[in-house]
Nanobody, 124 residues
């Protein structure tokens, strides 16, 4: 399994960005695809997760109502649409995949494969 995150950049307070996670190597759909972020000096935290088998989604409380996770099957890509961005959203964002339909429940511990991160910077 390989994952490639892209779409990060510099955006002003209140702006929007869409991150993409291109995934390959899956032989079945019993995976969870998660977005995580890590700000300087802080631990990596879960942002959102997408369960491939039934498209169930989950979000951290800090991003509910502002971020939307979705999937494009034809492109094997999972997106994270981020709106109403705040300076506290500044972080390196990573996408990850966990084996099993329950992987989204366990945050970073549930993930088995990680892509390289993409930096999101929100200016005030």
């Amino acid at each position: 399994v390989q994952l490639q995150a892209s779409g990060g950049g510099l955006v002003q307070f209140g702006g929007s960005l869409r991150l993409s996670c291109a995934a390959s190597g899956f032989t079945h759909n019993q995976y969870g695809i998660g977005w995580f972020r890590q700000a300087p000096g802080k631990e990596r935290e879960g942002v959102s997760c997408f369960r491939l088998i039934d498209s169930q989604t989950s979000y951290a409380d800090s991003v509910k109502g502002r971020f939307t996770i979705s999937r494009d099957n034809a492109k094997n890509t999972v997106y994270l649409q981020m709106s109403s961005l705040r300076p506290e959203d500044t972080a390196v964002y990573y996408c990850a995949a966990g084996r099993g339909n329950g992987s989204c429940r366990y945050g970073t511990a549930g993930m088995d494969y990680w892509g390289k991160g993409t930096l999101v910077t929100v200016s005030s």
